[in-house]
Structures are given as C-alpha cells and as structure tokens.
C-alpha cells in the first residue's frame, strides 16, 4: 500500500511512502500521524494525506517520491514509512478537507498549512520513544524496553516485524519522554517597569525588554534568543523581577486571574427581540440537521446595538446545541472578551463540558486540550480566540463569531487566513449554523445579508431598559498640538469623577510620545531598521520601534549630531495617564483614587489584564485609559462618559476601510458608556468636523453609514464588488537585484492577469516602505473571481522560476492591513 505522506516541518512537501511491513490490518487512512524518513537519519512527523493500492499510477501525482530505498517498477525509488505514530487517526476527515481547501486557498502546500496549525509537541518526534515488553532470559517475566523511533529501520527483520505486531495489538506502546527542565518551565517577568536595575546592568536589562516584548517563554526560548544567559536569569530570579513557574500549570484548567474578573451579570430572561432571534437561529439549526440540500442557509447575521444582549444569545444556542446532542464553538477577537464569555457560560449552565483555547496558552496545555478533543465524541463548549478555530471537535452544531468585524480574525503573518472564511468552511462540512454577531459588521458581511445571501437578525435595544449614550463632537482643529484634551473634555472629566462615577478614555497610540525631535539638529529619533519614528517609553527610560523592536536607552545621543537635547512631541497613553493623575483631575479625584491604564505595555506580564479590568470594575480606579483594547465587550455599569481623545486617527490611512474602521471603533468605545442604569455620554475630539463619518457616529447609524460607504466603493470598485488582493514583496534593503526583481515579477503578473480581466497596481512602495531590514513592496489586484487571482499569481511564480533566497512574495486574499 502506498501513502501520500505531507511532512510538516521543512521542507512541508507531500512525500510518497509504503507501508511499513507487519502491520497488515492497519488502518493507514487520512489524518494518521507518522513519522517518515528524509535522508541523512532524520526522522519527520508527517500526515497521511491519501492512500492508494500497491502499483496504482496516481499515487505518485501530485507527490514528490525523493528519499527512498527500494526501487519500484517505475524506477522511482520509496522508502516505507518508520512508524505510526497513534493507532487511530487523530484528525478527523472534516479536518483534513479544510487543510485540504486552505491549502488550495493559500496557494501553498497541506505540510506547511499543518505545520502552522498543529501544537508543537505534535510535530516533532525528539521525544518519542516506543516501550516494548520482552520476555526475561528465564521466560518468567517481561522486561521494558525503549526505542527511538531512529533505531527502528535497523533492528533486524524479525524484531521489527515482533514490534509491528506488538504495537498494533497493543503490547507495545508510544511514550513521550520527560520534559527537560528548559521546557518545562516559564520565565514570566513578575513587575513592571521601571526595573531596579544598575544603568550598566546591560544584559538584565535585555532580558528584561525582550520578556517584556513576548511575554511568559520558556527556558529553552529564552536561552535560544538570549545565549549565554543563564547566570543572568539567576540574579533576576534572585532579585524576584522574574519568576519560574511550571509550564504545565500555566493558564491551566482554571485561568489565572480569572477570579479577578469583574463579577458576573445577574440572570435575567431574554427579550422579545432576543428569543425571536434565538428562535430563528434553532429553526435553522434544525432544519440544516434534517435536510440534505445546501441551498438551506447556514450562515445568520445577528446585527445588534452594543449593550442588546448578543451574548446571551449566543450562550443560549450553545445549550441548545448540547441539548441537541451537538457541540457548539463561540470564538472572541481577544483573550479578555474570552476568559469572560467562559465565565458566563460556567455561570449560566454549571456543569457544561467547556474547552478554552487560545494561542497564549503553554505549548503543553494546548497539546493536551488538542488531544482531549480529537479524542472526545460527547459534545461540549469550546470558547476561544481564531485559533481554537482549528481543533479537531465532536459533531458541531454551531459556531459563533462575536465581533465579526474586528480585525484579529484575520492573521496575516506565517499563515494568512480568514477566520469567516474557515468557519463558513467549517460549518459546512458540519452542516452547522454559523452565526456572525456584531454592533457594526463588516460592510461585506451585511450587504451579503442585505443581498440574500444569509438571513439577518436584530436587536435593537439595549436590554434592561438602557439607552444608547449621546454623544458630542469636540472641535480641536485650534488647539495648541502641545495639548491633547481640550478644556471641554477635562471638564467633562472632573464632572464624572466628581459625581462618583466613571470614565474611559481611548487613545489608540501606546508610549509616551510617538516622536523624540533633536533641538539641535532638528531630526527625528528614527529605527536603523525600518526608518520609523522611535516612540519614547519613559517607564522602560527608552526609545522603541513598534514594528521591530529595536530600544536605544534614553537618554542616548542623537544618530545625526551627538546632542542629548530632545523633544518628546505628542501625546500616547503613557502621557495621558501621567498628566490625568497629575494636574488634569488635581482635586476632583478621592482620596486614593487612581487612573488606570490598558494597553499593550500595561498588560504584558501575564494575568495583569485581569488585574487591571477587575480593580476598575471593583471602583478602585476613576479612570481607565487605553488603546483599542477597551473597545470591546466590556461590562462596566458605573461608566457615564467615554472620550476618545483623538477621533481623527487612522481616519486617512492608505486603506479603503480606514472610514468603516474609525465607525465601527468610535461606535464599539461609545457602547462602553451607559450601561448600567446611569445615563452616558460620549465626547469624540477631532480636527475634521466635517467629515461624513462623524454624522453617522453621532447618531449611531450604521445602516446610513453603510450605504453612504458602499456608494462610494462601487463608484471606487472595492469590495464588495470585487474581489481584492493585496501581494507583498520585499527584500534587504542593500541587495542590488532586489528592484530589478519586483518588476520582473509584476511585469509577468500584467501579463498572465490580463486575459484573465484583472486590474493590477504596482508595484508600489508599501506606506511602511522599510521594516525590519527590508524594502517592502506591493501589487494590488482586482479581480471578478479569486480562482483568477490564484491562476494569475501562480503563472507569475512560475516565469520568475526559482525564487532567489533573498526575496519573499506572499499572496493575501481580501487583506485587513494594506500598509
């Protein structure tokens, strides 16, 4: 028997494999995990992707058969697969065929797309070892022995064929070796800067910036970025600025932080509006079950006002999918708004099997919930961010996307995906209900809804009888640019807290200040590696690149002159909450009262976002200041006033969204306000009060907004209308071919496109034309059909031929991020 065979590490291609001898009852089906030989003695997890009869022609299509021993008939040579590495598929037939479909989507390969969504600890075979038990010299006892899976092509004829039959009758099993304690364990940084360092302490403070950039990493990761760190670490771990904690009980069963979680919203019975929609929505589900046509629509919008009770709705569907005998899954755009739907699923039904998932998570714990679920055949609850997406589920009978506009379900690193395209995908083959829950859907989703595409439901009131805030435009085009809150907005300020209540204040821009200008020489502190602006951070007493992570100390000489004489100009959170808490609320705050921040830098040492939502919730602080962070999905009743500071940015980005954007986070921050029974009220600040945008916001009209919008891209051709691609190429900025290059490529993607009816612009310098070392290019693409883009694009690839190591090209269908 012959196995198509996709390995899903370097170099992910599809291999052509026979099948080891003795096992003759084997069930070599797709989605069995194996562990395959690539030459030199290296030993690869792989997938089996097809299977075929011994000397059928097609099991060398669309394979490559490289790497083998012994030679077949067609003078290929194969080389059997070493061992399986479970006795029953682990990935389900619905789960291949979506590798399958997102594969022929991306124009890449099964191995690579199963090598970005696969737990690590599924894709490697370092620590696998095979325990067979052998009979003792004196034939009374069985004594264990240990196999790497290496050593297995070598034993002789009969001890491998006795294992093969030990294995598949299960005397013999596959164990995972302890852990080594460098991966075992999390270096977590356990405060916040500023850090009690020496000024020539200079490796403690590297390691302290780069955990303080990703987060909760283990030894080994650690180590591997940071070389000869160890004694570092110790004095680190000594002077309790970072911790080591078990990786295995890291974000474990119970979440840490959870229990500060602001509390739960009492029970209370559905609306009119939201019975009639969960009504619809188990009619639907009923119906996709019994029949047997696709023309029964599965995908439903559920258009609702912020504050109208989505949620509940859609805790609702889940129970009844329980019921029901089906699973359910309910994705989140961010961890927060997750770790909060779990907790009010677990308060609204006790006892609900619920799996939580989401990429923060150990490498071991996502293993474990991983397996559990391939495994698993009773339905359950499965809560998390976009990729909880791709677990292997129990029959679903639902999934829900809250949010459906926002912008995180889409990745476009690695693996560029749309998680609404995966979950129509995925519900269809489920034959499930996909419900898509937002207060401002993404344009495309409802002007598909509006053309018949899927049903759409509203809800229209906030529920408990709350109303929407009103809100004010707060002219700024005179204000001095040194002063970011106008005196309209800190009066509104010090009225609120004064009243005992509370505020948020959005800034969707982190540091202290976005430029650091040279008094002397008059240049801007810029990035050697992207030619970006460095942001002053003054907690971490430096400068940063947000894009690649570059930090100078400051303060530290300028890279034109020499001077240390600069200018920190604008205004981010960090500011904002420092002058809030100083002069801005002198007097008007309690005694004890503080302003809280939320954003990106606040939250990196893990359960700190807990921490900080919960003392908020609780009233310890008066103010919350944050980026886009506090936009979404959270509950704070005693919040009267939401201000967003600067209303104005992203408004005149290079992107055709930038205006149903600056609507739809304008719209979700003013849902912050008002929510309990207090009424609330929202002040925007900007310098273009002109704008067609700020009549829709101030109204809360999302339907004018929206045809407003599309009138214009129909006239502009964008999506809806057509079909949009954005492709991406880049190179070192100092290669010499690298131009040369960009235009050959564009140069052949005219002229396969042409007959195909595509539009392509570019190539053009990306708005960020440098980042990380590398000049970054690209081509815009209209077309009527993706089927046309792939065609066009593959063609191109194809007359470039080998693509030179320097250079990178990737494709994104429909992108989020146009700079």
């Not at 006795?162 to 005397?171: F, H, I, K, Q």
Request: net charge neutral; aromatic share 6%.
């Amino acid at each position: 028997m012959l196995c198509h065979v996709a390995l899903c590490s370097p170099p992910y291609a599809t291999l052509t494999y026979t099948t080891p001898e003795g096992f003759p009852d084997f069930d070599w089906t797709p989605g069995l995990r194996v562990a395959v030989p690539l030459g030199n003695g290296a030993i690869r997890v792989g997938v089996v992707t097809a299977v075929f009869d011994d000397g059928d022609s097609n099991a060398l299509a669309g394979a490559s058969a490289g790497q083998h021993s012994a030679r077949g008939s067609s003078g290929i040579t194969l080389r059997p697969i070493t061992w399986p590495l479970e006795l029953a598929p682990l990935l389900p037939r619905d789960y291949m065929d979506t590798v399958e479909q997102l594969a022929a989507r991306q124009y890449s390969s099964p191995g690579r797309i199963l090598g970005n969504l696969l737990p690590q600890g599924l894709r490697i075979t370092a620590r696998i070892r095979v325990r067979q038990y052998l009979p003792d010299l004196d034939g009374k006892g069985r004594k264990p022995r240990l196999l790497a899976l290496r050593d297995i092509p070598a034993l002789p004829e009969a001890e491998r064929l006795a294992l093969a039959r030990d294995y598949a009758e299960g005397r013999a099993e596959l164990l995972m070796l302890a852990e080594d304690a460098a991966d075992g364990e999390l270096c977590v940084l356990a405060s916040e800067p500023p850090w009690p360092v020496r000024p020539n302490a200079i490796k403690q403070r590297e390691m302290l910036d780069w955990l303080l950039q990703h987060g909760a990493v283990t030894r080994r990761r650690l180590r591997n970025a940071l070389p000869d760190s160890s004694a570092v670490l110790s004095a680190l771990v000594k002077a309790k600025l970072v911790e080591l904690r078990p990786a295995s009980l890291e974000l474990d069963e119970t979440e840490p932080g959870e229990e500060l979680l602001p509390p739960p919203e009492a029970p209370f019975q559905l609306s009119a509006d939201q019975q009639a929609a969960l009504d619809r929505f188990r009619t639907a589900m009923d119906a996709l079950r019994q029949s047997g046509s696709p023309a029964v629509p599965f995908a439903h919008l559920l258009f609702g006002v912020t504050g109208s009770g989505k949620t509940a709705v859609y805790l609702e569907l889940a129970h009844t999918c329980f019921q029901r005998g089906r699973s359910a899954l309910i994705l989140a755009p961010e961890v927060a708004i997750a770790l909060k739907l779990r907790r009010d699923a677990e308060q609204r039904f006790p006892g609900l099997p619920i799996f939580f998932y989401h990429g923060y998570q150990s490498q071991q714990v996502r293993e474990r919930t991983f397996r559990r679920l391939a495994e698993r055949r009773e339905p359950c609850l499965i809560i998390g961010t976009r990729s909880a997406l791709f677990l292997p589920m129990p029959p679903l009978g639902a999934i829900v996307l809250d949010e459906e506009h926002d912008g995180s379900f889409k990745q476009e690193d690695r693996l560029p995906y749309q998680a609404k395209e995966v979950a129509w995908e995925r519900a269809r083959r489920h034959r499930a209900l996909l419900v898509l829950g937002s207060a401002t859907p993404d344009i495309k989703t409802f002007h598909a809804a509006e053309q018949g595409a899927f049903p759409l439901s509203r809800l229209s009131h906030r529920v408990g009888g709350g109303t929407l805030p009103e809100i004010e435009l707060v002219d700024i085009k005179d204000q001095p640019a040194s002063r970011l809150l106008s005196p309209r907005a800190v009066e509104a300020l010090r009225e609120t807290v004064q009243r005992g209540e509370q505020a948020v204040v959005m800034l969707n821009r982190r540091g202290y200040a976005p430029l650091m200008y040279c008094l002397d020489c008059g240049t801007v502190a810029r990035c050697p590696n992207c030619d970006i602006a460095l942001t002053y951070h003054k907690r971490r007493e430096q400068m940063v690149c947000h894009y690649c992570g570059h930090a100078r100390p400051f303060p530290s000489p300028c890279a034109q002159c020499g001077s240390l004489n600069f200018l920190p100009m604008g205004e981010g959170t960090e500011k904002l909450e420092e002058s809030l808490a100083g002069e801005e609320l002198a007097g008007a705050l309690p005694p004890g009262g503080r302003v809280l921040r939320l954003d990106r830098d606040s939250t990196s040492r893990p359960g700190r976002m807990e921490e900080i939502l919960a003392a908020f919730a609780r009233q310890e602080a008066q103010v919350l200041v944050g980026t886009q962070m506090l936009s979404k999905g959270h509950h704070f009743p005693n919040v009267t006033l939401a201000l967003i500071a600067d209303g104005d940015m992203g408004l005149n980005l290079p992107d055709y969204r930038s205006a149903e954007r600056t609507f739809q986070l304008l719209v979700q921050s003013s849902g912050r306000a008002g929510r309990g029974e207090k009424p609330g009220r929202v002040l925007i600040q900007t310098r273009d009060i002109g704008h067609y945008c700020w009549d829709y916001v101030k109204s809360g009209d999302y339907e004018g907004f929206y045809r407003h919008e599309l009138a214009l891209r129909e006239k502009r051709r964008y999506p809806p209308f057509v079909k949009l691609a954005l492709i991406r190429l880049s190179f070192p900025w100092d290669w010499n071919e690298g131009q040369s290059r960009v235009n050959q490529f564009s140069a052949a993607l005219r002229l396969h496109g042409r007959p195909r009816g595509l539009t392509v612009l570019g190539p053009a310098p990306a708005p960020l034309a440098r980042i990380q070392g590398r000049s970054r290019f690209q081509c815009l693409v209209k077309a009527a059909d993706w089927q046309s883009i792939r065609q066009a694009y593959a063609a191109a690839l194809h007359d470039l031929g080998t693509l030179p190591h320097d250079l990178r090209i990737t494709l994104d269908l429909d992108p989020v991020n146009m700079l």
